[in-house]
């Protein structure tokens, strides 16, 4: 089903509406300095899951988080030196920085692919920040584009999505590049993806930088795969031994937690990362049995998921 919206200049009322359509779950397009993003409220989880519908993404890749101003990140994130610095030289502008979780984060788990860090850019744009000051709630916002298509720079780039409630025109991005993504989850902060701000000047404000992938951080298009359960986890499982845990879909009798009980697809993406880690108790129990999620649609990306949980390494 394709429900595309058309294009509206980013007037005050534009932007009020659009921060409407956002509070009730809804999917805006909205331009940053970098490149225009697909927006949602990130403490909404069945947003985000449409997010990840809309995009038509195999898998459940981590998605920034927008903030109109650094104070939110407190609510959000551990901040450390490192973020203060270089998010008193960057922001607002063309960095994200990762941060460990809060446990008290009311973002939903799915932004994250239920990793315990969080990816956080304030954005350089005035329409972006108008936006983000009237919804109120951080935004989780990937480039505005169809997955494995070129990330839109112009309001009428933002094509190829399965759903969008309304496009907000800022007209170009100014500088047509991805944010540089930063970790500041191990010692030495290192670059996970190039982008306008450069290693010359991230060293200029911390000094030396370290190599992604050396510590615990992989490479960002590796990194979902490095969240798995304690627990063994049995796919397609039609009923539960008497040990494990029961993750139902649709009608499941006695589950535990039921993903979905309507078989909403949405819905049980939303629910995904909470319910594993809801149910990855040892004390509990012994596995973890999911019920079968059907393979269309977002139950592609959530038995993506539970294949690489049910493979632990
Ligand atoms: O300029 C930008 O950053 C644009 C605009 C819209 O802000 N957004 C953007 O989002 O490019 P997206 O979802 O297309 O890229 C997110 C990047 C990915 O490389 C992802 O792996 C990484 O950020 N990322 C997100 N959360 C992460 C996390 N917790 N740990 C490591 N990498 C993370
Ligand atoms: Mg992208």
């Known amino acids: ?119 956080l850019r304030m954005p350089n744009h005035p329409v972006a920040l108008d936006l983000l000051r009237a919804l109120g709630s951080p935004l989780a916002a990937p480039s505005a584009n169809a997955s494995g298509m070129l990330s839109p720079t112009r309001a009428e780039h933002v094509t190829g999505l399965t759903r969008v409630d ?28 190039p982008g306008p701000v450069t290693s010359a000047m991230l060293t200029a404000v911390i000094g030396q930088l370290g190599v992604a992938g050396s510590g615990v951080m992989k490479s960002p298009g590796q990194l979902a795969s490095h969240y798995a359960p304690r627990l063994p986890l049995r796919m397609n499982a039609t009923r539960p031994e008497k040990t494990e845990a029961w993750l139902g879909f649709g009608p499941s009798d006695g589950a535990t937690l039921n993903l979905s009980a309507t078989g909403d697809l949405v819905e049980a993406a939303a629910h995904l990362f909470d319910y594993l880690y809801q149910l990855d108790d040892p004390e509990r129990f012994a596995a973890i049995a999911v019920a079968p999620v059907p393979e269309e649609g977002l139950g592609a990306a959530i038995n993506d998921r539970l294949r690489r949980a049910a493979t632990r390494v």
């Open 166 to 193: 309304m496009v907000l025109d800022g007209g170009p991005c100014r500088e047509g590049l991805e944010s540089t993504v930063v970790d500041l989850t191990s010692e030495r902060p290192a670059i996970l993806r």
């Open 1 to 119: 089903m394709s429900r595309i919206a058309t294009v509206h200049p980013a007037t005050p009322a534009n932007i009020a509406t659009a921060a409407h359509i956002l509070r009730y779950g809804g999917l805006v397009a909205l331009p940053t300095e970098t490149v225009y993003g697909l927006g949602a409220d990130a403490t909404q989880g069945e947003a985000v899951a449409r997010i990840y519908e809309s995009k038509g993404r195999p898998a459940f890749n981590p998605l920034i988080v927008h903030v109109a101003d650094a104070a939110w990140v407190d609510d959000l994130a551990e901040t450390n030196t490192h973020f203060h610095a270089l998010a008193r030289a960057f922001w607002p502008g063309p960095l994200t920085l990762i941060l460990k979780r809060k446990d008290t984060c009311p973002v939903s788990k799915l932004v994250c692919a239920g990793l315990d860090s969080i990816a």
